[in-house]
């Protein structure tokens, strides 16, 4: 049950392995259609900007920011920086072997994981050190402060010297047995690296791997060990010391990050990861609802249901806008005051694969077929 429970998350991560009846096709009802589209009425000018190619993402691949440079990875092994600005290469470089996770970057070293468990460091394209990881990692490496950080299937977080890959630290918590197919939560918050591990947010000193604090966003529940899967998942919405992550399929939640405390939790059912501003924090829920939560207290403020069962990725907020790509390639622009539509953007056709980014003035979203589009809103 374990291994199939995997795989079942692995491959969707649209429901809980709760479901997995359905996904066997032992029973349960039909997927459901996705929400018919009423006529496009663009209401925010956006013009396409440039387009670019990577190899084909068959696995949802994060997508690196720094200033007006964009760092992306393929299954294939091929990482490349790009000018956001123009979509024209600044670098391209290879891996030497199938990428497991998205690329993290500081602008000078870009770090990936392969899924040999090696993380590899490149700058200007070219390999500079690779180290054998113990343990399998879904989660993009992070990079800062001359640091390669790497959380792991295991529930460890390590720490590499980005110039020669030396291993600084490694602390690992307890854990639930199993673990989801899906990244992680790891940020820098001042000089506190956060890290998502089980259903809790911790705060490591990032020279030492100390552990400062933990702070609980869902609890562990049930009689076995699919119920109590309560990994932190996708991306976290950070705002000054107050960062809000979703625990998968169980809870959406905000802590402050000075102190260590839980400003406040609210049950939620989804897989992808939070954006927001400070006044809101948006997530999509895995039935393709849009919702928007206060982030003083977790109230919600609003809830979409136009774009449900339509396979959406983690938002993205945008001015006045939160935009979400979906598994047919659109990419949906809504108010970020009550989620009516604002506009749609189309691709080639396959799902979008990360969230939606911003770099500079240019929104850019990444396909399955390895399509970069980069769009400018006016």
Not at 94 to 108: C, E, H, K, L
Not at 110 to 120: D, F, G, M, P
Not at 123 to 146: I, M, N
Request: glycine share 12%; charged share 20%.
């Amino acid at each position: 049950m374990r291994a199939a429970c995997s795989a079942i998350a692995a491959a969707a991560l649209l429901a809980g392995c709760s479901a997995m009846p359905s996904f066997l096709g032992l029973g349960g009802a039909e997927k459901p259609k996705p929400a018919e589209l009423a006529p496009n009425v663009a209401l925010i000018a956006v013009r396409p900007a440039w387009t670019a190619r990577v190899g084909e993402v068959s696995a949802p691949m994060s997508v690196s920011v720094n200033g007006n440079t964009i760092a992306i990875a393929s299954v294939d092994g091929t990482v490349a920086a790009i000018d956001a600005a123009s979509g024209r290469d600044l670098w391209r470089g290879s891996a030497g072997g199938p990428i497991a996770a998205g690329v993290g970057s500081d602008g000078t070293t870009a770090a990936v994981v392969t899924r040999a468990n090696e993380l590899v460091a490149l700058a200007g394209g070219k390999p500079v050190w690779r180290e054998q990881l113990p343990a399998v990692s879904y989660t993009a490496p992070f990079v800062a402060g001359g640091r390669v950080f790497v959380l792991t299937a295991d529930r460890s977080v390590s720490a590499f010297d980005a110039r020669n890959g030396r291993r600084l630290w490694t602390q690992q918590r307890p854990g639930e047995p199993l673990v989801l197919r899906h990244g992680g939560v790891m940020l820098a918050v001042g000089d506190t690296l956060v890290v998502g591990l089980s259903g809790r947010l911790a705060g490591l000193d990032p020279l030492t791997g100390r552990v400062r604090w933990e702070a609980p966003i869902a609890v562990p529940r049930g009689v076995n060990d699919v119920e109590r899967l309560v990994d932190l998942v996708g991306s976290a919405s950070r705002v000054g010391d107050s960062v809000c992550a979703r625990a998968f399929q169980a809870a959406v939640g905000c802590v402050n990050a000075a102190r260590g405390a839980v400003a406040w939790t609210k049950p939620a059912s989804g897989a992808e990861g939070l954006h927001g501003d400070e006044r809101l924090v948006f997530g999509t829920e895995a039935d393709g609802k849009v919702v928007a939560w206060k982030r003083e207290n977790g109230d919600r403020a609003w809830v979409s249901e136009l774009l449900r069962h339509r396979g959406l990725t983690a938002p993205l907020s945008l001015g006045r806008s939160v935009v979400v790509g979906d598994s047919t390639g659109l990419v949906h622009l809504l108010s970020r005051e009550d989620g009516s539509p604002l506009n749609r953007l189309a691709t080639d056709g396959s799902p979008i694969m990360a969230a939606p980014v911003v770099a500079g003035n240019t929104l850019v979203v990444l396909t399955r077929n390895g399509g970069l589009y980069g769009f400018i809103p006016e």
